[in-house]
């Protein structure tokens, strides 16, 4: 079964065509960075008009990239939530135009369920088990119990890892998005020049996260945790604030495993791109990390359309009152329309 998925719920306008859920014909994206970048994060107008534009030469070279004709494709699947309303609406009403022309299934996608999924495009992993999804919108902690389904044990309360990132680099005027650029200087910092503590949250917030008093930190009060005598440079601080954003990560996931049981843990979300969050969690005995390929780590249409054939599956279909949202669904089963 061949499907078109098609995402736009912030900043990038992706599209992919994919087999059986496993098998990726062809997944292409047209980036915003360069229009956001100068702003230093997005503007959700400009990224809504961006993907108006982009949306349909980016079908049409998906398609063609993909060896088949649009008659070929069985059903278009397209992220309706959450995000950008206005980003959000560009993929939708292309979804729907494409499903009512074709005569084929319209297929909702919850963004953070496919950001899960990524890790299946390259990884067989038995149900149930524990996701972490790291990105510039959001941080869960969660069970998955099937494809699509999954219950929220733990989330931000504030800052997601990525928004982070972005917000720290956008301080010392490294530019958008901070999460690549950090990640590169911090490869280049010194250890304990700077140490900053790592936020454990306790009682009924024990899985949760909290990524604000660390960003202050940094942009506010970088002296005050630096080593005597040392005038720290940006790198120890990118190195510093990175390797206290990893342990949270680290931790909040092994306790969610050890009280769980659940030992498959899965990683996904932008910032699953971080080359020390990868390392720490490949090398921890405590759980069986599964990791996706770097260019599934960001936003794309593959995760989106491979999700997609397990919700046909299930009999997951939108109507063409199907609308939009930008929360975030905090249901054990994910319904998206
Ligand atoms: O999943 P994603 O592409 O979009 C959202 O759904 O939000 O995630 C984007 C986020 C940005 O905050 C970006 O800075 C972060 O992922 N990111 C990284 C890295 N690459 C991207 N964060 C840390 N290290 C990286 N290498
Ligand atoms: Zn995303």
Same mark, same amino acid.
């Given at each position: 079964?061949?499907?078109?998925?098609?995402?736009?719920?912030?900043?990038?306008?992706?599209? &992919?065509?994919?087999?059986?859920?496993?098998?990726? /014909?062809?997944?292409?994206?047209?980036?915003?960075?360069?229009?956001?970048?100068?702003?230093?994060?997005?503007?959700?107008?400009?990224?809504?008009?961006?993907?108006?534009?982009?949306?349909?030469?980016?079908?049409? %070279?998906?398609?063609?990239? =993909?060896?088949?004709?649009? @008659?070929?494709?069985?059903?278009? *699947?397209?992220?309706?939530?959450?995000?950008?309303?206005?980003?959000?609406?560009?993929?939708? =009403?292309?979804?729907?135009? /494409?499903? $009512?022309?074709? +005569?084929?299934?319209?297929?909702?996608?919850?963004?953070?369920?496919?950001?899960?999924? =990524?890790?299946?495009?390259?990884?067989?992993?038995?149900?149930?088990?524990? &996701?972490?999804?790291?990105?510039?919108?959001?941080?869960?902690?969660?069970?998955?119990?099937?494809?699509?389904?999954?219950?929220?044990?733990?989330?931000?309360?504030?800052? &997601?890892?990525?928004? *982070?990132?972005? @917000?720290? *680099?956008?301080?010392?005027?490294?530019?958008?998005?901070? #999460?690549?650029?950090?990640?590169?200087?911090?490869?280049?910092?010194?250890?304990?020049?700077?140490?900053?503590?790592?936020?454990?949250?306790?009682?009924?917030?024990? $899985?949760?996260?909290?990524?604000?008093?660390?960003?202050?930190?940094?942009?506010?009060?970088?002296?005050?945790? +630096?080593?005597?005598?040392?005038?720290? *440079?940006?790198?120890?601080?990118?190195?510093?604030?990175?390797? =206290?954003?990893?342990?949270? /990560?680290?931790?909040?996931?092994? /306790? $969610?495993?050890?009280? %769980?049981?659940?030992?498959?843990?899965?990683?996904?979300?932008?910032?699953?791109?971080?080359?020390?969050?990868?390392?720490?969690?490949?090398?921890?005995?405590?759980?069986?990390?599964?990791?996706?390929?770097?260019?599934?780590? %960001?936003?794309?249409?593959?995760?989106?359309? #491979?999700?997609?054939?397990?919700?046909?599956?299930?009999?997951?279909?939108?109507?063409?009152?199907?609308?939009?949202?930008?929360?975030?669904?905090? @249901?054990?089963?994910?319904?998206?329309?």
């Amino acid at each position: 079964m061949l499907i078109l998925g098609i995402e736009s719920s912030c900043d990038d306008t992706a599209c &992919a065509v994919v087999e059986d859920g496993k098998r990726v /014909l062809a997944s292409k994206l047209a980036s915003q960075v360069d229009v956001h970048k100068e702003f230093d994060g997005v503007v959700p107008e400009l990224a809504a008009r961006k993907h108006l534009e982009a949306i349909s030469p980016l079908i049409d %070279s998906v398609i063609k990239e =993909s060896g088949v004709t649009l @008659k070929d494709i069985d059903a278009v *699947a397209v992220t309706n939530r959450p995000g950008l309303i206005g980003s959000l609406l560009v993929g939708v =009403s292309a979804a729907k135009g /494409l499903a $009512y022309a074709l +005569s084929i299934p319209l297929i909702p996608v919850d963004h953070l369920a496919a950001h899960i999924y =990524s890790v299946h495009l390259s990884h067989e992993i038995e149900l149930p088990y524990t &996701a972490l999804v790291v990105s510039g919108g959001h941080t869960l902690l969660c069970r998955v119990d099937g494809h699509g389904e999954y219950s929220v044990a733990g989330t931000t309360l504030d800052d &997601a890892a990525g928004e *982070a990132y972005d @917000k720290v *680099a956008k301080h010392f005027g490294l530019g958008y998005p901070g #999460g690549p650029v950090i990640d590169k200087l911090a490869a280049q910092g010194r250890e304990g020049i700077v140490k900053y503590s790592v936020t454990n949250l306790k009682g009924k917030d024990k $899985y949760n996260f909290s990524f604000s008093g660390l960003k202050t930190a940094v942009i506010y009060q970088t002296q005050q945790f +630096s080593k005597e005598g040392e005038t720290a *440079a940006q790198a120890d601080i990118a190195l510093a604030f990175q390797n =206290s954003v990893v342990e949270s /990560l680290r931790r909040k996931t092994l /306790l $969610y495993v050890q009280d %769980s049981g659940l030992k498959r843990v899965t990683l996904s979300g932008g910032v699953a791109a971080n080359s020390e969050l990868r390392r720490v969690f490949a090398e921890e005995q405590s759980f069986e990390a599964y990791i996706p390929e770097r260019k599934y780590t %960001s936003d794309n249409a593959a995760m989106v359309a #491979g999700l997609a054939y397990h919700l046909y599956n299930k009999g997951e279909r939108g109507g063409f009152d199907m609308e939009c949202s930008s929360r975030v669904l905090n @249901k054990r089963e994910v319904k998206c329309v």
